[in-house]
């Protein structure tokens, strides 16, 4: 199963910006719904946000207001913009596609550090 590939990653100080990106693995016109996911040191992944083919949008009440999710059709790629970054966004975010048939596809995860 290919995955999806993260980029983006990095440290950023406390009130700052980063964006992620993410290169779908399946065509994008089989895929249904992308997201982001994180998972910080010692706590479960979690969810970030979820956007469905038909533009549905689910934010994580933390990250509301502050991260932004897009998909470029075209390039088959999902992007994270996330500004006003805290210390506790610090995590591995994920990349996460499901398809048509439901099949899941995760990323590898890039490393989000937010420290002064």
């Known amino acids: 199963q290919v995955q999806p590939v993260e980029s983006g990653g990095g440290l950023v100080q406390p009130g700052g910006s980063l964006t992620l990106s993410c290169a779908a693995s399946v065509s994008t016109f089989s895929i249904n719904v992308v997201g982001w996911y994180r998972q910080a040191p010692g706590k479960e992944r979690e969810l970030v946000v979820t956007l469905t083919s038909s533009g549905a949008l689910n934010y994580a009440d933390s990250v509301k207001g502050r991260f932004t999710i897009s998909r470029d059709i075209t390039k088959n790629t999902i992007t994270l913009q996330m500004n006003s970054l805290k210390p506790e966004d610090t995590a591995v975010y994920y990349c996460?596609?499901?398809?048509?048939?439901?099949?899941?596809?995760w990323g590898q995860g890039t490393q989000v550090t937010v420290s002064s």
């Open positions: 996460w596609t499901r398809d048509r048939y439901l099949r899941n596809y």
